[in-house]
Nanobody, 118 residues
């Protein structure tokens, strides 16, 4: 059974930093593209950052580029999202997604709340 578990969310002041983690089990991790999405109340879930299966390629939502960094450790079946210079508009539930395009499979975590407020 596949499990996707996010951690690391919390309350932080504007300008602060947080690091989110997502650990996956039950699949061949290094064959999956991994992504972070976020969703605020009343808004659609949006892609924030994506990293290829081997970690060689990344891409970001324009509004977080230069502030957020996605990485992965395939030996630990884990990805990370380092978030710096946080803004109130970054407040959202952050979700981890594992996706294998060849197999047509995707899995989601339950999400972790990030709140940026003074």
């Amino acid at each position: 059974q596949v499990q996707v578990a996010e951690s690391g969310g919390g309350l932080v002041h504007p300008g602060g930093s947080l690091r989110l983690s997502c650990t996956v089990s039950g699949l061949t991790f290094d064959t999956y593209t991994m992504s972070w999405f976020r969703q605020s109340p009343g808004k659609e879930r949006r892609l924030v950052a994506v990293i290829s299966s081997n970690g060689a390629n990344t891409n970001y939502l324009d509004s977080v580029r230069g502030r957020f960094s996605i990485s992965r450790d395939n030996a630990r079946n884990t990805i990370y999202l380092q978030m710096n210079s946080l803004k109130p508009e970054d407040t959202a539930v952050y979700y981890c997604q594992a996706r294998n395009f060849d197999l047509g499979r995707q899995y989601w975590g339950q999400g972790t709340q990030v709140t940026v407020s003074s």
